[in-house]
C-alpha cells in the first residue's frame, strides 16, 4: 500500500519524458492518481466511466480525452471489452513553443477535455494520437523528433478547439480572466464578490451574470469547485486531517465541507481518503 498517489510515470528515457500504455482486462482500469503531466487517453473499445476532479464521463470506442496536469482521475470498464491506451507527455516538452496565454489555456481546459466524433476537431486529433502512439511503439532512429512535432501539432488543436468553445476573445471570458487568477491563487482565503468584481471595476450584479456567461457557473460555484479540487488533492496525498484540509482549502468550517464534498462526491471526505489510499 501506498500513503501516495501521486504518479511518476513511468518514462523509458527521464531525458525525454514521453509515455503510452494500454491499459484493458480488468475492472479497474486506472486507480485513482494524479501527475505533473499532460495526458490524452484514446477509448480503444468498450465503455468506460473515466472521472476527473469533480467530474464524470461516460465514454465510448473512439472518444478522446485530454487531461490537464494535477488532475485527479481514475478509469473503471463498464464492459468486458474495455481497452484504452494512454499517451503521457510532460509540459517541459513544450513550454518555450507557448506564450503565457497558450499555457493558461493547455493546462485547464476545463470544458474542453472530450472529444467525441461530433466535435470538428475529432478527425484532426485522432489521426495525431494514433501517429504519436504508434511512433512511440515502433520507436525508430528519428522517433524523438517525430513525437515532438507530433506533440506540438495535437497542443495546436487543443488551443484551436479551446479557442472555438471556451476562450473567443469576444467572449466574457477574456473580461473576467482576472478574477478566474485571483480565485487559483486565493482559494484558501475568504473570497467575495466584490473582491472579484473589483478587479475588473464592474459592480457585483453585472459581474455575476458575465461570470456565469463565460463559465456556466457562478462565482460562488466557481469558488467550491476549486476549492474542492484542492481538496481531493489534498485527501490523495494522506498527510493532513479533514480539519486541516477543510483549513487549508478555505471552507468555513469542517462540517461545512464535509457536507458540501459528500453532496458532489457522494461520499464523506474520510470514505474517499480510505478508497484513494490503493497500491499504484
Do not use: W
Not at 19 to 42: A, C, K
Not at 196 to 223: E, Q
Not at 253 to 274: C, D, H, N, T, V
Amino acid at each position: 500500500m501506498t500513503n501516495n498517489i501521486y504518479k511518476f510515470e513511468n518514462y523509458p528515457d527521464r531525458n525525454f519524458p514521453v509515455y503510452s500504455s494500454v491499459q484493458q482486462n480488468r475492472e479497474q482500469l486506472v486507480t485513482p492518481h494524479f501527475h505533473d503531466d499532460m495526458e490524452f487517453i484514446l477509448i480503444q473499445s468498450g465503455e468506460i466511466t473515466i472521472s476527473m476532479g469533480m467530474e464524470k464521463y461516460h465514454c465510448h470506442n473512439d472518444e478522446i480525452l485530454y487531461i490537464s496536469p494535477h488532475t485527479v482521475h481514475q478509469a473503471v470498464s463498464n464492459t468486458p471489452d474495455a481497452s484504452l491506451c494512454g499517451f503521457v507527455f510532460h509540459p517541459s516538452l513544450i513550454k518555450s513553443y507557448l506564450d503565457k496565454d497558450d499555457s493558461t489555456i493547455v493546462l485547464a481546459c476545463e470544458n474542453s477535455r472530450i472529444f467525441s466524433k461530433k466535435n470538428p476537431f475529432y478527425e484532426e486529433l485522432s489521426k495525431i494520437l494514433k501517429n504519436v502512439i504508434s511512433i512511440f511503439n515502433n520507436r525508430t532512429c528519428t522517433y524523438k523528433l517525430d513525437i515532438t512535432a507530433h506533440i506540438l501539432l495535437l497542443l495546436s488543436l487543443l488551443l484551436r478547439n479551446s479557442t472555438t468553445f471556451n476562450f473567443k476573445k469576444n467572449d466574457r471570458f477574456y473580461r473576467i480572466r482576472p478574477a478566474i487568477d485571483y480565485i487559483e491563487k486565493n482559494y484558501n482565503q475568504q473570497i467575495s464578490i466584490s473582491d472579484l468584481s473589483n478587479l475588473i471595476n464592474v459592480c457585483d450584479d453585472y459581474f455575476i451574470r458575465i461570470f456565469k456567461a463565460a463559465t456556466s457557473r457562478t462565482p460562488t460555484a466557481y469558488i467550491t469547485d476549486v476549492r474542492l479540487h484542492q481538496a481531493l488533492r489534498l485527501l490523495s496525498l494522506h498527510q493532513y486531517s479533514i480539519s486541516e484540509i477543510s483549513d487549508k482549502t478555505g471552507f468555513s468550517s469542517i462540517q461545512y465541507f464535509s457536507r458540501i464534498f459528500k453532496e458532489r462526491m457522494g461520499l464523506s471526505p474520510s470514505e474517499y481518503a480510505k478508497i484513494s489510499n490503493t497500491e499504484k
